[in-house]
């Protein structure tokens, strides 16, 4: 286990492409297993709405169906994360349209 760039516990085992990282969860300690590359929009969102990793995962965790696991409710959420940004209106918002836009 080593530290990530963002404060979590990282497992560098390398038998998977999951990386697993411990993050509290509305009080207490869990993992997620997630790709590299989920990894990585789950920093950027961080970064963007300027909230830790914990902050983010409890909120997702409250407003996720209790029936499936908190991996994919993190999955499902950075998708639509980023579906949003893509759209006209998102991408105007985060300033990447032309002038003419």
């Excluded at 990894?39 to 970064?47: G, L, Q, S, T």
């Excluded at 965790?61 to 949003?84: C, H, I, M, N, W």
Aim: net charge positive; hydrophobic share 35%.
């Amino acid at each position: 286990m080593q530290r990530s760039r963002d404060g979590t516990r990282e497992d560098t085992r390398t038998d998977s492409t999951l990386v697993s990282r411990n993050v509290t969860v509305r009080g207490r300690r869990t993992s997620l297993r997630l790709e590299p590359a989920m990894w990585e929009a789950f920093a950027e969102v961080c970064n963007r709405e300027a909230v830790t990793p914990s902050v983010l995962c409890s909120e997702i965790d409250r407003t996720r169906d209790p029936k499936g696991s908190l991996t994919a409710a993190v999955r499902v959420f950075l998708l639509a994360y980023f579906q949003e940004a893509a759209t006209e209106q998102g991408h105007r918002q985060a300033s990447h349209a032309s002038p003419s836009s």
